[in-house]
């Protein structure tokens, strides 16, 4: 069955980086693309970029600050972000994205189990 | 940057229908999605390319979209649909560029 497992809770420093990941396993990796989406606490939530072998796209709030990467031969996916502040604490989640011939979103149809990151002095 | 306005909060009661909008310039060109999250749970995808409705997800739930607005109703909500409901879509010039709405929580009184 198809399973998204996620790296645990981190806390951070303000300026820090982080890197969480996202393993995929029960089906074939390569074929769908992953969003990172994230929620603060008690907010609503906000996408943050997909990737996939060919294509990776950030939201605009996030370029230059994040990157993601696919590693195929471990069917893991890696979010890192850098120079934290306060506001980037959110539970972050990453998400299976299937897609048609054109290319276009079927939705995110399964979701990993959220990373918590805390980011305090 | 792009946007999608959703309503804050809807509440209704079980025998009526409830109906959720989801208003963005891009909607006459792209697919909205509608995801149901409660409390402390992952989203779950209930209506993807604006009306079509994944396997297991229950028939009371139906989507439209029309112009610049896009619509998740709920017909005969339970209690259990009691959640907040987010609208997602893409940039219209950049289809992998997403974009979430800013919820709605949806009350069953």
């Known amino acids: 069955h198809v399973q998204l497992v996620q790296s645990g809770a981190e806390v951070k420093e303000p300026g820090a980086s982080m890197k969480v990941s996202c393993k995929a396993s029960g089906y074939t990796f390569t074929n769908y693309h992953i969003n990172w989406v994230r929620q603060a606490p008690g907010q609503g939530l906000e996408w943050m970029g997909i990737i996939s072998p060919n294509t990776a796209s950030y939201a605009q709030k996030f370029q230059g600050r994040v990157s993601m990467t696919m590693e195929t031969s471990t069917s893991t996916v890696y979010m890192e972000m850098r120079s934290l502040t306060s506001e980037d604490t959110a539970v972050y989640y990453c998400?299976?994205?299937?897609?048609?011939?054109?290319?276009?979103?079927?939705?995110?149809?399964?979701w990993g189990q959220g990373t918590l990151v805390i980011v305090s002095s | 940057s792009y946007e999608l306005t959703q309503p804050p909060s809807v509440s209704v009661s079980p025998g009526q229908t409830a109906r959720i909008t989801c208003s963005g310039d891009a909607l006459p060109k792209k697919y909205a999605y509608w995801y149901q999250q409660k409390a402390g749970q992952a989203p779950v995808l209930v209506i993807y390319?604006?009306?079509k409705r994944p396997s297991g997800i229950p028939e009371r739930f139906s989507g439209s979209s029309s112009g610049t607005m896009a619509t998740l109703t709920i017909s005969g909500p339970q209690v259990e649909d009691e959640a907040a409901y987010y609208c997602?879509?893409?940039?219209?010039?950049?289809?992998?560029?997403?974009?979430f709405g800013g919820g709605t929580k949806l009350t069953v009184l």
């Open positions: 998400a299976r994205d299937p897609f048609d011939s054109s290319g276009y979103s079927l939705g995110f149809d399964y």
């Open positions: 390319e604006d009306n």
């Open positions: 997602y879509s893409t940039d219209a010039s950049d289809h992998y560029r997403g974009v």
